[in-house]
């Protein structure tokens, strides 16, 4: 079961989103209050979403300059779960000269969805900029900003929202959202009952209402328990009501009260990964290796071509440090999403750290970097790989792409130790030497005093050696290694 959190409820909610989007937001970005089109009476019955893509497909495959086809068709992908060519084919949009806040409202959903958070605001303000009064935009805008942990923003966004619709519900949902997040519990619980009082069927709201008293720093299961009852008893199936009513017993200690409302979801959508997945979750979180390791098996066997009981019962395995087990688990999801980047930066993780196997930690990683070349976060850990692997021409190279591209501490250390290994004394100096004006008397780095140390020495430089070696010794006073810089100092006469 996923841990329970306000944001994270909140930011995870994209069928409801979607909702939004439908019930006149973007999804027609049509101007507010004006009608949507009524069918004509000659018209053949509405095709499936997927009847629809097919012909969009073929469309843009014939034509594909048709810049309306390929947004229609990057919208029905999004709002399908085809998050990834949905948003290429909205980006092919745009290529293509259409710019309108459909286009970039997907878009944003489709980031989101795929875990780029940052986009998705930004294509979200995009939005915004061609429909500023659009419910569902705000809506979504304050959720993201919620979710990079931009309250400020949020806040704001949530504060137009009321402005603008100050009898409507969604805007007082958002900035109840806010204020719980910012652990203004009882503030939150009104702001969010105002929108209930506007809309008596605001389950988003009674929900967040409920889960707040999950999130306090006292529990108050019962009080969350009776908010969720309160909307199962208008529809005992609302699969978001029971799924935090199965979070709630948790909370509280009911593990088979909490079994037996998760194996209800399971029951009402049997289609769906999700449920198997958090009742695996549910036993692994409450230490219950025996069920989850049958859990997520049965996930397995019913949901063949899902990757994510597979990645998840990799996660675990690696907590574990059930490493080779872990492996196999993320080698199997990567047959069935062979391009994941989450599953294989996992995988790569576990082959460095966990298995000591660099060379096909190398291969998870060069994959994400020949998928993403501006990842920096992948080059530093491909270069790690090459580290391992005693490859210090191929690690030195990694590790410059990834600093050049966000300047990160480590990123130069590791260059500098690159450069060091490769007997370039001089670029390894300046590297640590760069390093070194960066120390602070609270965090200081004792290891580049170390290293510095030696590079000067290898250099010739023994004043400079000896000042190193000295302030290293100054940060580790014992050791192994205080005891061959104390042997340094003497012998470079300091």
Request: proline letters at 5%; glycine letters at 6%.
């Amino acid at each position: 079961m996923r841990p329970i959190s306000i944001a994270a409820l909140v930011c995870a909610m994209f069928a409801v989103l979607l909702l939004l989007a439908q019930d006149g937001g973007p999804a027609s970005a049509r101007p507010h209050g004006s009608p949507a089109p009524s069918p004509s009476p000659s018209e053949s019955p509405t095709p499936t979403p997927q009847e629809r893509i097919a012909t969009l497909t073929q469309t843009v495959h014939d034509n594909p300059n048709d810049r309306q086809a390929h947004a229609e068709l990057g919208v029905l992908l999004v709002s399908t779960g085809n998050a990834s060519q949905g948003r290429d084919e909205l980006e092919t949009a745009r290529g293509l000269g259409l710019e309108d806040a459909q286009t970039w409202f997907y878009i944003g959903l489709a980031d989101r969805e795929l875990n780029d958070v940052p986009d998705a605001a930004a294509a979200f303000e995009q939005s915004r900029i061609y429909d500023p009064a659009n419910e569902a935009v705000l809506s979504n805008l304050s959720d993201t900003y919620l979710q990079m942990g931009r309250i400020d923003d949020a806040q704001r966004i949530a504060n137009s929202a009321i402005t603008l619709f100050p009898k409507e519900a969604f805007g007082y949902e958002a900035l109840g959202t806010v204020q719980l997040d910012q652990g203004k519990f009882e503030l939150g619980r009104q702001t969010l009952q105002k929108a209930v009082a506007i809309d008596a069927t605001d389950v988003r709201a009674k929900i967040l209402i409920g889960r707040s008293y999950l999130g306090q720093k006292k529990p108050d299961a019962d009080s969350a328990l009776a908010e969720f009852q309160t909307i199962l008893a208008a529809d005992p199936n609302d699969l978001q009501a029971l799924s935090a009513k199965a979070d709630a017993l948790s909370v509280k200690g009911d593990k088979p009260g909490a079994v037996a409302v998760l194996q209800q979801i399971i029951k009402l959508t049997p289609d769906d990964v999700r449920g198997e997945d958090d009742l695996a979750e549910f036993y692994v979180t409450k230490k219950m290796t025996t069920e989850a390791r049958a859990a997520f098996a049965q996930a397995i066997k019913d949901h063949p071509k899902s990757a994510e009981p597979l990645v998840l019962q990799g996660d675990w395995d690696r907590r574990l440090n059930n490493f080779k087990q872990a492996a196999a688990e993320y080698e199997s999801a990567l047959v069935l999403a062979p391009g994941d980047p989450q599953t294989l930066f996992s995988a790569a993780q576990v082959y460095l750290l966990g298995l000591k196997q660099p060379v096909k930690a190398v291969d998870k990683l060069s994959a994400l970097v020949n998928a993403d070349p501006t990842n920096p976060e992948s080059l530093f850990w491909l270069g790690q790989a090459y580290a391992a692997e005693n490859q210090w021409a191929q690690a030195r190279d990694e590790f410059q792409r990834s600093f050049a591209i966000d300047h990160q501490y480590a990123a130069l250390f590791n260059l500098g130790l690159a450069y060091y290994n490769l007997k370039d004394y001089k670029n390894a100096r300046d590297a640590f030497e760069a390093l070194a004006t960066h120390q602070t008397k609270a965090h200081p780095d004792f290891q580049l005093w170390y290293v510095l140390g030696d590079t000067l020495r290898q250099m010739g430089d023994k004043k400079g050696a000896v000042a190193a070696y000295k302030q290293f010794v100054a940060l580790v006073p014992k050791g192994d290694a205080t005891a061959k810089a104390k042997a340094y100092i003497k012998q470079l006469g300091g």
